[in-house]
């Protein structure tokens, strides 16, 4: 069986969206194949990001932001914007696409100490587990 393509569309593609790719490729790899990007791509992956995400043993360490620019003509069978940024911003994509929107908390918001940053990001990375996961599981 051949895998579906997903595109997860955030603003920066630092956070959300690298949290949402690596919890579609770690459950749902073996239906989906997960690629992220970001509208006004960030420098690097937020470092509390790739932190949370360790924590439940996924490692996203090596990944960079990728531009929506890049992906624009590659075939998708749906395109999820997770933030209203990029869903307003969100670029037309060739051929028939499906699009779906949900949207997280961005977590490079919160403030306060170091423990309540993390437990921000740490709120939106489960948050994504279990509000997107079930909608890819649905299309699957």
Known sequence: ???????????????????????VNHVLGDR??????????????????VRVMAEVGIDISGRVPQSVDRAVHEPWDLVVTIC????????????????????????????GTEEERLAAFRRVRDDIRTRLLPILQMRS
């Open 1 to 23: 069986m051949d895998r579906k393509r997903v595109l997860i569309l955030c603003t920066g593609n630092s956070c959300r969206s690298q949290m949402a790719e690596a919890w």
């Open 32 to 49: 989906w194949d997960a690629h992220s990007a970001g509208t006004s791509p960030a420098k690097r992956v937020h470092p509390l990001a």
């Open 84 to 111: 209203d940024s990029a869903r307003e911003t969100c670029p037309n994509f060739p051929g028939r696409v499906e699009k779906t929107h949900v949207s997280f908390f961005d977590p490079a918001l919160a403030t």
